[in-house]
């Protein structure tokens, strides 16, 4: 079993839509989960962390965290085009943070 | 602030050659991670450093795989001698001394021929 596992994607999502990207993890002691986000052929860039149970909202992002159910999602509310991108989530352990696959969302107009 | 700095941008060399890549992390963070990203195996972390001492390096791949970092502001990961497998993007990441966010270089793209 990985570490942190996302589906691969692609997800299509319509404009203005919300966006639901998901992301598990087998590490019961992790305890700061982070999304970034990677548009192609750039690197990837920081756009939420949460480290409590529940959710953290950031403008159009929101963070979940369900501990309980090692469950991290990120919701994208009204959808643009240039949400498009892979999104990564990432777990950190006891030493390191550990990757997913990443998500390729693509935001149809 | 410059944000985290890596050369070459771009690197094609031929099997065998050695390959040197070099990043200048974002100035006052202690921690430097060199992480390695392909379509197979998605972003992969190979090596951190803290106040410029290697902590993890259970991530290089091989011996052939060798990181230093001399100083607070330069690191470099060589390969030697490099290999088609190799051929991937390589990113170099800072951050400050709670590790948490992370603050990645634009990369290196290898190709090994």
């Known amino acids: 079993q990985k570490e942190v596992e996302q589906n691969s994607g692609p997800l299509s999502v319509p404009e203005g839509a919300i966006a639901s990207l998901n992301c598990t993890y087998s590490?019961?002691?992790?305890?700061?989960f982070f999304w970034y986000r990677q548009y192609s052929g750039k690197s990837p860039e920081l756009i939420m962390f949460?480290?409590?149970?529940g959710d953290k909202e950031d403008g159009r992002f929101t963070a979940q965290l369900n501990k309980a159910s090692q469950y991290v999602s990120l919701l994208i509310r009204d959808s643009q085009p240039s949400d498009s991108a892979t999104y990564l989530c990432?777990?950190?352990?006891?030493?390191?943070?550990?990757f997913g696959q990443g998500t390729r969302l693509t935001i149809n107009p | 602030d410059a944000g985290v700095i890596q050369s070459p941008r771009h690197e094609v060399t031929e099997m065998g050659q050695e390959v040197t890549l070099r990043c200048k992390p974002i100035?006052?963070?202690?921690?430097l991670f060199w992480y390695r990203q392909t379509m197979m195996r998605g972003l992969e972390l190979l090596i951190y450093?803290?106040?410029?001492?290697?902590?993890?390096d259970s991530g290089m791949p091989e011996d052939r795989f060798s990181a230093k970092m001399p100083n607070a502001s330069f690191s470099t990961l060589k390969i030697q001698p490099s290999e088609p497998r190799d051929s991937a993007v390589y990113f170099c990441?800072?951050?400050?001394?709670?590790?948490?966010?992370?603050?990645f270089g634009p990369g290196t793209r290898l190709l090994v021929l």
């Open positions: 949460i480290y409590s149970n």
């Open positions: 100035s006052g963070h202690d921690y």
């Open positions: 990432a777990v950190r352990g006891a030493q390191k943070l550990v």
């Open positions: 450093f803290n106040n410029n001492v290697p902590i993890d």
């Open positions: 990441a800072s951050s400050n001394r709670d590790q948490e966010t992370q603050y």
């Open positions: 590490d019961r002691g992790s305890q700061s």
